[in-house]
């Protein structure tokens, strides 16, 4: 699987940016899609995620400010962010699930990074 990542960017807080995972490759057994995050000297943490069947999570922080979504299933994925602050500066990164014949395995994207301006 092959995750390719775009629309992070330079924004000034309050504003928005929408972020696009297209996975490609094998495909068949993805299971879910998420966004991380990692912003420096701090770990990586989850944002959101996506199920095949539409479920979905927020992280505290990103909660009704933030949404995800999916196309052609959750083959692509896009993480609407809003009202956007400077702690939301970071390298966001898509991951994807794959679960095949109860072999699971992770796969990520190469990052975009968004940077929020006070």
């Known amino acids: 699987v092959h995750l390719v990542e775009s629309g992070g960017g330079l924004v000034q807080a309050g504003g928005s940016l929408r972020l696009s995972c297209a996975a490609s490759?094998?495909?068949?057994?993805?299971?879910?899609m998420a966004w991380y995050r990692q912003a420096p000297g701090k770990e990586r943490e989850l944002i959101s995620f996506?199920?095949?069947?539409?479920?979905?999570f927020y992280r505290d922080s990103v909660k009704g400010r933030f949404s995800i979504s999916g196309d052609n299933g959750i083959l692509t994925v896009y993480l609407q962010m809003n009202s956007l602050t400077p702690e939301d500066s970071a390298v966001y990164y898509c991951?994807?699930?794959?679960?095949?014949?109860?072999?699971?395995?992770?796969?990520w994207g190469q990052g975009t990074q968004v940077t929020v301006s006070s």
């Open positions: 991951n994807a699930d794959v679960k095949c014949e109860k072999i699971i395995s992770h796969y």
């Open positions: 490759g094998d495909t068949t057994c993805i299971s879910d």
């Open positions: 996506i199920t095949s069947d539409g479920n979905t």
